[in-house]
Nanobody, 129 residues
Framework: QVQLVESGGDSVQAGGSLRLSCTAS????????MAWFRQVPEKEREGVAY??????????AYSESVKGRFIASLDNAKNTVDLQMNSLKPEDSAMYYC????????????????????WGQGTQVIVSS
């Protein structure tokens, strides 16, 4: 019943910024557990950012490759999670996917693809020099 829809992907120059958004429908849990992954051809999906929380309070975690450049935020009331992407690099080019779970990631391992049972269709990000 849960549907995730991503938006905001685009083609930008290196050093530019993009803001991705994910809107969840049918995701009724008071506490949300959501993440952003990205994937390039012939590679496994890589966990980029994770957000969890309720109300106006949330926890965020990031992969080492994007830490300090990307900021994830959760609006629990609106069932949306955003990813502000700054100082973009060509290696950030990928299909970006939104994911969600009804439960906390086991052991706090948020970066494992199998810990999420809801996925969006993806939004393409292209960063060129």
């Amino acid at each position: 019943q849960v549907q995730l829809v991503e938006s905001g992907g685009d083609s930008v120059q290196a050093g530019g910024s993009l803001r991705l958004s994910c809107t969840a429908s049918g995701y009724t849990s008071d506490t949300k557990y959501m993440a952003w992954f990205r994937q390039v051809p012939e590679k496994e999906r890589e966990g980029v950012a994770y957000v969890a929380g309720s109300g106006d309070i949330w926890y965020a975690a990031y992969s080492e490759s994007v830490k300090g450049r990307f900021i994830a935020s959760l609006d629990n009331a609106k069932n949306t999670v955003d990813l502000q992407m700054n100082s973009l690099k060509p290696e950030d080019s990928a299909m970006y996917y939104c994911a969600a779970s009804s439960f906390p990631p086991p052991g706090g391992d948020w970066s494992r693809e199998e810990n999420y049972n809801y996925w969006g269709q993806g939004t393409q990000v292209i960063v060129s020099s």
